[in-house]
């Protein structure tokens, strides 16, 4: 039975007349799902022959199981395409080596629509052919939008987590301070493969992989992600010299041994598989309890799609953790956060932005949890923050003191205090005295918010009045000697160096 916003997203396909659509759900909101509902419907009301294209061999098969007996699957070494079933389903590269061999189609589904082998389809531009692009991160170098006639978005992760739906992560950081060292360097948009081999292949950060693993994850059900091959198999000898149950896919790991590791993962409960960016999409493994990011990306989309990996309901399990060795979460934020996807499907991948930019982030230094940097205290362990404490009590009373001197302006009364003082024969430097005392009870007044420092800086604005009244220098014997009156009046101790307050 489809969700309230399964239900929306497939009534708006059909109710959308633009000939392309792109449908963005989150991972974990059950894409493979709703567009195979959007196929069924189309084929019964259109008559209309169906082709779902994906990128993965588990994604072909839980699409053709989906919709049933009337699917043939068009795979590697198919020579001959029957044009006598209703859906048919295949790999991108697959279809693209027999675009001659195809029936005609009403409606064509293209999974994981970012990716740019995608481009080489015919179908966007034949008016006989209505396309629907699904996809979680519609990002890629080229607007999408050049593609796609519109995007249709019914709901987000954080709608989703608070249907519960999906499981929200706690976030721990570890050996920030070693990756925020490197420079790695760029290309084509990710950072540099061999540098970053380089790095997490280094005794010490493969060490700080373990010793994560033991202090976060121990016994747990842990999927890592790797670099590359070469490190995939350093990491996982590593696990295997603890004496640990882990296994390895790579892209390269064979159709049957693939299936018969993942099986073996999902029904071990102390299982660990490293893997290199095979498990991103078309993989959905509840029992994950522990995500591990063993390599840093500038892919928002490919960091969202590792993360996405523990996010599913599960029997006993209320979150999922994420330990991160690449400062991911701090480069894109927290996977519930909001992301402007509309500004990456009109605008691509270089002019897109987070929208509303990413969340400040800190990690605790006691215990790595990764948190908002306004916390004072860890939501961990109980760190006391005591800086960001003492900096962030600071900035509330400066916003005060701004709101209050906005709205009420400090007004000493200058001019009728040089009046008084002409009657009553006061002699300058009383005046002074008298200065201060108007400007000490309105600090008196607003105790709470007015700061010394604040005082200080008026006394020497009041001072420059008092300067050109009786025709002084504004120096900085005039400086330190009222700062001193104000000091001993409030029980402060002297000052000597107090000229620079005000320019």
């Known amino acids: 039975m489809l969700r309230d916003y399964q239900i929306k997203a497939v009534e708006e396909i059909e109710n959308c007349e633009q000939k392309n659509v792109l449908l963005q759900m989150p991972t974990g909101a059950g894409k493979t799902y709703t567009f195979c509902e959007i196929a069924k419907r189309y084929f019964i009301e259109n008559v209309k022959k169906v082709l779902i294209l994906v990128h993965r061999s588990e994604l072909l098969e839980q699409a053709k199981k989906s919709l049933g007996e009337k699917t043939f699957a068009i795979e590697k070494g198919v020579k001959v395409i029957p044009g006598d079933f209703d859906y048919y389903v295949g790999m991108v590269e697959t279809l693209n080596r027999r675009l001659d061999k195809l029936p005609p189609f009403g409606l064509v589904i293209i999974d994981e629509c970012h990716i740019g082998n995608f481009k080489k389809m015919p179908f966007f531009t034949d008016n006989n052919v209505k396309v629907v692009g699904v996809t979680a991160t519609p990002i890629n170098e080229e607007p999408l939008a050049n593609y796609y006639n519109k995007m249709i978005m019914p709901t987000t992760i954080n709608s989703l987590i608070e249907q519960d739906f999906l499981l ?19 290309k084509k948009g990710e950072f540099d493969e061999k540098q970053m081999e380089d790095f997490y292949s280094s005794e010490k ?3 700080n992989v373990i010793n994560a693993y033991w202090s976060y994850s121990a016994g747990k059900k842990t999927l890592i992600f790797n670099v590359n091959i070469n490190h995939n198999d350093i990491v996982y000898n590593e696990f295997k010299n603890e004496g640990l149950n882990v296994y390895k896919i790579t892209g390269d790991t064979e159709v049957k041994e693939r299936k018969k590791i993942l099986e073996n993962f999902k029904n071990e409960s102390d299982a660990i598989l490293c893997n290199v960016g095979v498990l991103t999409t078309g993989f959905d ?13 500038k892919s928002l989309a490919l960091y ?10 599960n029997q006993n399990k209320d979150k999922f953790k994420v330990i991160d060795l690449g400062k991911n979460t701090i480069r894109h934020g927290f996977y519930d956060g909001y992301f402007d996807w509309n ?9 897109g932005s987070s929208g509303g930019g990413v ?8 215990c790595n949890f990764t948190q908002h940097t306004r916390k004072v205290i860890c939501e961990n362990c109980g760190h006391d923050f005591v800086a960001e ?4 009590a600071k900035e509330e009373r400066e916003q005060k003191l701004y709101l209050l001197t906005k709205e009420k302006p400090i007004l000493i009364p200058i001019e009728q205090i040089f009046d008084l003082a002409e009657q009553r024969n006061w002699k300058p430097y009383a005046v002074l005295y008298k200065i201060v005392d108007h400007i000490i009870n309105y600090k008196n007044k607003h105790a709470s918010i007015v700061t010394d420092e604040f005082c200080e800086k008026q006394c020497l604005i009041e001072l420059k009045k008092w300067c050109e009244k009786y025709n002084n220098k504004f120096n900085k014997w005039h400086q330190d000697f009222i700062i001193n009156i104000y000091n001993e009046k409030t029980g402060r101790s002297t000052t000597t ?7």
């Open 359 to 366: 969340m400040p982030i800190k990690e605790c230094p006691e």
């Open 205 to 207: 950060m493969v060490k």
């Open 285 to 297: 493994e509840p029992s994950i309890e522990t995500i591990f990011l063993n390599r840093a990306t």
């Open 497 to 503: 160096e107090v000229h620079n307050l005000v320019s």
């Open 343 to 351: 500004t990456y499907f009109h605008k691509g991948r270089k002019n």
């Open 389 to 392: 404490r003492e900096a962030q």
């Open 304 to 313: 969202l799609q590792m993360v996405g990996r523990g996010s599913r309901l």
């Open 168 to 186: 929200n992560c706690d976030v721990y950081g570890v050996a920030s301070d070693l990756v925020g060292l490197q420079k790695f360097k760029e």
